[in-house]
């Protein structure tokens, strides 16, 4: 199980840091994100051992990070856009089926 929390309302320009708690050890992981009207896409990934890998739009402004003794991946979003608005999920590197309730970023211009 997934459970991403974190997310909220911020001004563009702003920052905001999602966690994601997983219920047992977790594999390569993935921030992906759903805007409305928009199909679901990748955002950001890292290997068990820390390699990451970005979105070209978000890259130099997001950072994934993960605790594999907490079982928790992280995802620090700065310089914030409106067009970065979505729902954001955690998943698998490449994602499982399951995906969690995720958790909503808004942010305005």
């Known amino acids: 199980q997934l459970v991403e929390s974190g997310g909220g309302l911020v001004q563009a320009g702003g920052s905001l840091t999602l966690s994601c708690a997983a219920s047992g050890s977790i594999n390569d992981m993935g921030w992906y994100r759903q805007a409305p009207r928009k199909q679901r896409e990748f955002v950001a990934s890292i290997t068990r051992g820390g390699s990451t890998n970005y979105a070209d739009t978000v890259k130099g402004r997001f950072t994934i990070s993960r605790d594999n003794a907490k079982n928790t991946v992280s995802l620090q979003m700065n310089s914030l856009k409106p067009e970065d608005t979505a729902v954001y999920y955690c998943?698998?590197?490449?994602?499982?089926?399951?995906w969690g309730q995720g958790t909503q970023v808004t942010v305005s211009s």
């Open positions: 998943n698998q590197a490449p994602p499982m089926a399951y």
